[in-house]
T-cell receptor, first 113, second 114 residues
């Protein structure tokens, strides 16, 4: 069975500092990988996705993530965060051939001025 | 181009009542997914529907929960005889079809059972 682990439930960081949100997954088959962002009282918005090809994926709002098959990781990074990046971030996987998403428990990114 | 719409945004029910949550997918999308988010947890898959068909309901509780996506009108998630443990945010997502790789989420319905 697939599972997604987001080790950090909260990540506090100062504005303009770099940030990395960690995501590890387990699956016995090939997967697609996603990062979503959820602002307070809103639905989820897709930041980026990895389907195949280049392991470095660039998304919206200056975020990027790198797929590491050997370490089964898909960490999200941003070189310089803004106050507006304060939100909940969810990593998700879906097994190739299915459409349901398996989510991690989320990481709350808090950006301080 | 309206996104995924869900209503109501907030729903309060007493224990034992029924809750009906509605989801209108994005224009051109024929596939709908329902997820539940319990407090302090990630989203859990519940059910995946096409028009008039349930494709995957492996995440649906065996009792009291049902979902439909009729030929006309929104998708409905129905919870009968609600209990306090049903209090959660219920999100709907839609896509253009199998293998579309991107699901667009609605703003959610926050159900509170008193």
């Amino acid at each position: 069975a697939q599972s997604v682990t987001q080790l950090d439930s909260q990540v506090p960081v100062f504005e303009e500092a770099p940030v990395e949100l960690r995501c590890n997954y387990s699956s016995s088959v090939s997967v697609y990988l996603f990062w979503y962002v959820q602002y307070p009282n809103q639905g989820l918005q897709l930041l980026l996705k990895y389907l195949s090809g280049s392991t470095l994926v660039k998304g919206i709002n200056g975020f990027e993530a790198e797929f590491n098959k050997s370490q089964t990781s898909f960490h999200l990074r941003k070189p310089s965060v803004h106050i507006s990046d304060t939100a909940e971030y969810f990593c998700a996987v879906s097994e190739r051939g299915t459409d349901k998403l398996i989510f991690g428990t989320g990481t709350r990114l808090q950006v301080f001025p | 181009n309206a996104g995924v719409m869900q209503n109501p945004r907030h729903l309060v029910r007493r224990r034992g009542q029924e809750a009906r949550l509605r989801c209108s997918p994005m224009k051109g999308h024929s596939h709908v997914y329902w997820y539940r988010q319990l407090p302090e947890e990630g989203l859990k898959f519940m059910v995946y529907l096409q028009k008039e068909n349930i494709i995957d309901e492996s995440g649906m509780p065996k009792e009291r929960f049902s979902a439909e996506f009729p030929k006309e009108g929104p998708s409905i998630l129905r919870i009968q005889q609600v209990v306090r443990g049903d209090s959660a945010a219920y999100f709907c997502a839609s896509s253009t079809g199998t293998g579309a790789y991107e699901q667009y989420f609605g703003p959610g319905t926050r159900l509170t059972v008193t």
